[in-house]
Antibody
Framework: QITLKESGPTLVKPTQTLTLTCTFS??????????VGWIRQPPGKALEWLAL???????RYSPSLKNRLTTAKDTSKNQVVLTMTNLDPVDTGTYYC??????????????????WGRGTLVTVSS | QSVLTQPPSASGTPGQSVAISCSGS????????VYWYQQVPGTAPRLLIY???VRPSGVPVRFSGSKSGTSASLAISGLRSEDEAHYYC???????????FGGGTKLTVL
């Protein structure tokens, strides 16, 4: 059974750096064909994809946030970390991590987010 | 402004059928699979449809997906009160080399 859980600060000041951790079970990022993604959702607004990291350490970032985002994996701990720099109040929202499913397709553009964590609410305010 | 366009709202009465559209372009829906997520307020998104029309285990057959050209649609038949939620379409976008989501459709069961 796959589960994911996000953790990190609930309140961050503007200009500070946010570090979120996704702790998961039921799969390993040391296994071929596995990925984890990050998606956020401002209050009352739509979902926005942020980043992806694959078992082979390949990474993808949202073009609009690329300069502010970094993601890394710790295979031994079953964790993925997302770092976002220079926070602004518009970055307030719920941040989700999700299992990225290959489902038999080698083309990474055909993978998809099948199971999500419950999310963690981050508020950016002074 | 989302890359994928969805109607902001939809509604129906119990037992009725409703369809939610999702419009994109050649670089996203026109080339790649479409996915649909259901989000009940206060909870995480749940995968409803993957690869255009496939239902994950546990998703009722009342939910169906389709795709034609640069548009996709989620159909829900036999509406039930528990279907009241936000629905999001999503896909890969080649121009952005990443995922894009629709703006979401709030479904109200009257």
């Amino acid at each position: 059974q796959i589960t994911l859980k996000e953790s990190g600060p609930t309140l961050v000041k503007p200009t500070q750096t946010l570090t979120l951790t996704c702790t998961f079970s039921g799969f390993s990022l040391g296994t071929t064909g596995v990925g984890v993604g990050w998606i956020r959702q401002p209050p009352g607004k739509a979902l926005e994809w942020l980043a992806l990291i694959y078992w082979d350490d390949d990474k993808r970032y949202s073009p609009s946030l690329k300069n502010r985002l970094t993601t890394a994996k710790d295979t031994s701990k079953n964790q993925v970390v997302l770092t976002m720099t220079n926070l602004d109040p518009v970055d307030t929202g719920t941040y989700y991590c999700a299992h990225y499913e290959q489902n038999g397709d080698a083309a990474r553009s055909n993978w998809y987010f099948d199971l999500w964590g419950r999310g963690t609410l981050v508020t950016v305010s002074s | 402004q989302s890359v994928l366009t969805q109607p902001p709202s939809a509604s129906g009465t119990p037992g009725q059928s409703v369809a939610i559209s999702c419009s994109g372009s050649r670089s996203n829906i026109g080339t790649f699979y479409v996915y649909w997520y259901q989000q009940v307020p206060g909870t995480a998104p749940r995968l409803l449809i993957y690869r255009n029309y496939v239902r994950p285990s546990g998703v009722p057959v009342r939910f169906s997906g389709s795709k034609s050209g640069t548009s996709a649609s989620l159909a829900i038949s036999g509406l039930r009160s528990e279907d009241e939620a936000h629905y999001y379409c999503a896909t890969w976008d080649d121009s952005l080399s990443g995922w894009v989501f629709g703006g979401g459709t709030k479904l109200t069961v009257l």
